[in-house]
């Protein structure tokens, strides 16, 4: 039994003070289910991927509360939380039940509302992805990911320059997504010269703040028409590996483990190579954590990303074969964390069926997504397949 | 709020590990704070080996831009962890100190 996404969209990610989860989340779901060319009452179950509405707007209980919003009154609705990997993981558990044969058509919602707060309390709930000793050190995402960076420049000499074109490449494709929260292009003297958030990473290394929503209809070839199956995407492979909640009692800060375990997994699931990828969306919540994710993610050997990315091997306009983040990332297009996960395989199954017009990867046939939570205490990867 | 009660459990850790030693593994300087640490930023963070072998993430206190290295040797001391709020019982823990 095969398994398709057969229905992909999400909403403008940025600042959108004029809508709410509500709204958002009515506007991507009835998107994907109207490009799924199906009805709603066809939907067996909702899986929502979100990380902080309980923390930041009150309001827990998301799966019920968006089946009613959404109009699909009694089906069982789930939300799932892992942190930014929330709505990597609520996708892969949709997959999971569709694979079973207890579901046939499920909706995937990922949704995230954070510009209503003001940016302390932000970067205090997304703290709750951390252990409980690093909030007592006071240490922020991105100062994790900068602790990171710093061990990965002192082993294997990688330079702020190399992490300031990962941002810049990110902006030139965000340049190229009308729903990108940024459109702007950057240089690598900008990204350099901006303001300090964590030493060594500035301000133009880090993702912003967002709100935004993503949906995709997932299906089982058994209730999909031939025409139906030709225009969607096939989920060839969808894995989840863990490790430690904190960053200090890694075995290694010089690589995220549960990207390597979950990609490992999920190659072989899916009988391909890393080579075999032709466009990915991967974690880059820091520019320094591209570097890890095409590392871990078995792109390139540890120690050689750096130098590669700062080459352009993975920009759209001068890559000979991979392309990476061609949505712009969660650096451009805006990282509304539940959102993110859900949106990377919106960007792929979109890429794979031709329909992204000038960031389009021409010989796009085969796609991985790469989700991450925390400072990689969960690592989620689906690969996606064009089909023939 | 911080409950009272976790504040309490908790306290036996920072017993066993006040007065460790250890280097420093990696570090950064914290310049957009959460919420309660505003009044102590810029402060570094580092990751830290203990000598015992254990590993922690823990605040600096009492330092200099010389000591932002990694191999620095600290010791683990006792501080307020950040501002309590009006209510709150005022919450202490590990910080590292340099040496």
Known sequence: MDIYITGASATRFGELWTSSPRSLSRTAVFDAISDAGIEKDQVDAIYVGNMLSGILGNQEHLGAFFAEELGLHHVPAYKIEGACASGGLAAHLAIQSVRSGVNRTVVVLGIEKMTDHK????????????SESERISGVTFPG??????RAHMNEYQTTERQMASVAVKNHYHGTLNPKAQFRTNLTIEKVLASSMIADPLKLYDCSPISDGAAAVVIQRD??????MKKKSVTVVASTVATDTLGLSTRESLLELASTRIASTLAYKEAAISPRDIDVAEVHDCFSIAEI??????????????????ERGETH??????????????LKAC?????????????EIADQLRGRVGERQVKHARIGLTHNVGGSGATAVVHILKKKE | ??????????????????????????????????????????YPVAVVKLDSGKTITVQFVDWLEEHLVVGQRIILVLRRICEPSLEGVIVYGLKARPL
């Open chain 2, 1 to 42: 709020m911080e409950s009272p009660v976790k504040v309490w459990r908790n306290q036996k850790k920072t017993r066993e590990l006040l007065g460790s030693c250890g280097s420093v593994h990696s570090w950064t300087i914290i310049r957009v704070p959460p919420a309660g640490f505003e009044s102590q930023a810029p």
């Open chain 1, 222 to 227: 058994d209730v999909m028409s031939q025409s």
């Open chain 1, 292 to 309: 890890y994710a095409m590392e871990d993610l078995g792109f390139y050997p540890k120690g050689k990303a750096g130098p590669a990315l």
């Open chain 1, 334 to 346: 805006g990282h509304p964390v539940g959102a993110t996960g859900v949106k990377q395989l919106v």
């Open chain 1, 316 to 329: 759209l306009s001068t890559s000979k074969k991979l392309v990476v983040n061609t949505s712009g990332g």
């Open chain 1, 144 to 149: 994790l990911y900068a602790m990171l960076a």
């Open chain 1, 119 to 130: 940016p302390e309390d932000v970067a205090r709930a997304l703290t709750g992805a951390g």
